[in-house]
């Protein structure tokens, strides 16, 4: 494998300023159509900015050190804003302990996969290599939080709003394993289709970012070309691997060992991070509303003062 990139383009906060100028492009035409997105764009974008201007900190401070330890905390802090991003984020519906469970998918996916696909796959000795090893870890946690959202999401939408199916098979002698095995294939296919068709129409109709960066770093054509199959090929691993973990997980969890459903173990509402956010703004809002209407009553009070005394001194 070719040496890490060279840094060939320079790039400041103006050029940043430049490419933000398209959100604004897309936010406007959201406004005027009045699509609803607008303001998701913007506070998208701004949260990306300072995401990738924090992480940029950190991992240069890293890549520095050249250490071990720093590598494996970074890999799992990774994983773990992963698994935040997944439960909290992105589900609709949660169940008992999703965050470890989630976790223990991510950790057991992400970890074995990229050491092994960088130490032999991509014959980087050590494999740990800051420059090369953050970077492939962060890739395969975006494409395991994908396919755990959308596997956990299906299930959970079976089990909770279209459980009769499986109640039926329950109902009939079938063992838990049995009765949910569809609804874990049909997850599983809907968690792997987009790593499917973008592997599918990369190269093609698509040339990824992984590809591009390598060949603007100076790496040759055809080892960016190289370095991209090996990579997709360790994202669909990592996210089949998540996805499964995930879901059979999910399964024992709201189907019990007495093969009864469990729906009471699903919690429909807001994340309670969401909730805490939200119990906040009304308790400031309603602090606001009373302060201005004690405002309001002050200046009432001292209006009617100031009538009275001046008809005292007419009269």
Same mark, same amino acid.
């Given at each position: 494998? @070719?040496?890490?990139?060279?840094?060939?383009?320079?790039?400041?906060?103006?050029?940043?300023?430049?490419?933000?100028?398209?959100?604004?492009?897309?936010?406007?035409?959201?406004?005027?159509?009045?699509?609803?997105?607008?303001?998701?764009?913007?506070?998208?974008?701004?949260?990306?900015?300072?995401?990738?201007?924090?992480?940029?900190?950190?991992?240069?401070?890293?890549?520095?050190?050249?250490?071990?330890?720093?590598?494996?905390?970074?890999?799992?802090?990774?994983?773990?804003?992963?698994?935040?991003?997944?439960?909290?984020?992105?589900?609709?519906?949660?169940?008992?302990?999703?965050?470890?469970?989630?976790?223990?998918?991510?950790?057991?996916?992400?970890?074995?996969?990229?050491?092994?696909?960088?130490?032999?796959?991509?014959?980087?000795?050590?494999?740990?290599?800051?420059?090369?090893?953050?970077?492939?870890?962060?890739?395969?946690?975006?494409?395991?939080?994908?396919?755990?959202?959308?596997?956990?999401?299906?299930?959970?939408?079976?089990?909770?709003?279209?459980?009769?199916?499986?109640?039926?098979?329950?109902?009939?002698?079938?063992?838990?394993?049995?009765?949910?095995?569809?609804?874990?294939?049909?997850?599983?296919?809907?968690?792997?289709?987009?790593?499917?068709?973008?592997m599918s129409v990369i190269g093609i109709?698509?040339?990824?970012?992984?590809?591009?960066?390598?060949?603007?770093?100076?790496?040759?054509?055809?080892?960016?070309?190289?370095?991209?199959?090996?990579?997709?090929?360790?994202?669909?691993?990592?996210?089949?691997?998540?996805?499964?973990?995930?879901?059979?997980?999910?399964?024992?969890?709201?189907? @019990?060992?007495? @093969?009864?459903?469990?729906?009471?173990?699903?919690?429909?509402r807001e994340h309670p991070v969401w909730?805490?956010?939200?119990?906040?703004?009304?308790?400031?809002?309603?602090?606001?509303?009373?302060?201005?209407?004690?405002?309001?009553?002050?200046?009432?009070?001292?209006?009617?003062?100031?009538?009275?005394?001046?008809?005292?001194?007419?009269?």
């Amino acid at each position: 494998m @070719d040496g890490p990139p060279t840094d060939s383009t320079h790039l400041n906060w103006g050029n940043v300023g430049l490419g933000f100028s398209f959100i604004i492009f897309n936010a406007l035409i959201s406004t005027s159509l009045q699509l609803g997105v607008g303001s998701s764009l913007l506070s998208a974008a701004i949260r990306c900015v300072v995401q990738l201007g924090l992480v940029a900190l950190v991992l240069q401070k890293v890549f520095e050190t050249n250490n071990i330890w720093a590598v494996a905390s970074i890999a799992c802090l990774l994983n773990l804003l992963g698994t935040i991003e997944a439960v909290v984020n992105k589900s609709k519906k949660r169940y008992n302990h999703m965050f470890s469970a989630v976790l223990f998918g991510m950790l057991c996916s992400t970890i074995p996969v990229s050491v092994i696909g960088i130490r032999f796959a991509m014959a980087i000795e050590p494999f740990w290599k800051p420059e090369q090893y953050i970077p492939i870890v962060g890739m395969l946690c975006g494409g395991t939080i994908s396919g755990i959202v959308v596997s956990v999401s299906y299930v959970l939408q079976e089990i909770y709003d279209n459980r009769d199916k499986v109640e039926m098979y329950l109902a009939f002698g079938a063992s838990r394993f049995e009765a949910c095995r569809p609804v874990a294939r049909e997850a599983l296919r809907l968690a792997l289709t987009p790593t499917i068709n973008q592997m599918s129409v990369i190269g093609i109709i698509a040339i990824p970012g992984m590809m591009t960066g390598a060949i603007l770093g100076g790496s040759s054509v055809q080892q960016a070309a190289r370095l991209q199959m090996v990579i997709m090929f360790m994202i669909s691993a990592s996210t089949a691997l998540a996805s499964i973990i995930t879901t059979v997980t999910t399964l024992a969890v709201v189907v @019990d060992g007495e @093969d009864r459903l469990r729906p009471d173990r699903v919690d429909v509402r807001e994340h309670p991070v969401w909730r805490a956010r939200n119990w906040l703004f009304s308790r400031a809002v309603g602090g606001v509303k009373h302060a201005v209407q004690s405002c309001r009553g002050l200046r009432r009070k001292d209006g009617q003062n100031g009538a009275a005394e001046t008809e005292r001194l007419l009269g």
